[in-house]
């Protein structure tokens, strides 16, 4: 039984994320802060940083996390963010830098993936902002358990 819940949960979180604007910031369950988003670029790539974090329960049973994440653009894959402080265990973020809807824009992805008992749950979202932004607001669009 509770498996199918987490499919049906699942489903549905994966088919609003899938609709443009179907979740903005104030419809999400939780959104992240990051802080000091700082870009650099050169022929061989981009990489960003900044902080993001969490406190404690921003979702039922989640963990507290604060992390500086360095994605690299051309790579476009999932990256994993460093604690600045002691993460729980089993508790880690990932963050990845991939195209926007518009060339102008930057898309952030972030994801926190951490454990309680047998069940691993991943809380993410995304935000697309402008270069030169330095404080953006991640909406967390889609929360998956798995058992």
Known sequence: MFTSVIAVISAFAASAAALPGAVGVRDAPATW?????????????????????????????????????????????????????????????????????????????????WTSGEVRYNASGFDEFAAGTQTFQVPVSSITAVA
């Open 33 to 113: 802060t990051a802080t000091g988003f700082e870009e650099g670029c050169s022929p061989g790539g981009c990489i960003a940083s900044f902080n993001i974090s969490a406190p404690a329960g921003y979702i039922t049973g989640a963990p507290a996390f604060n992390v500086e994440c360095h994605p690299i653009y051309i790579q476009q894959g999932w990256i994993t963010c460093d604690a600045n402080d002691a993460e729980a265990t089993g508790s880690s973020v990932s963050s990845m830098w991939t195209d926007a809807s518009e060339r102008e824009l930057i898309k952030i992805s972030v994801s926190h993936i």
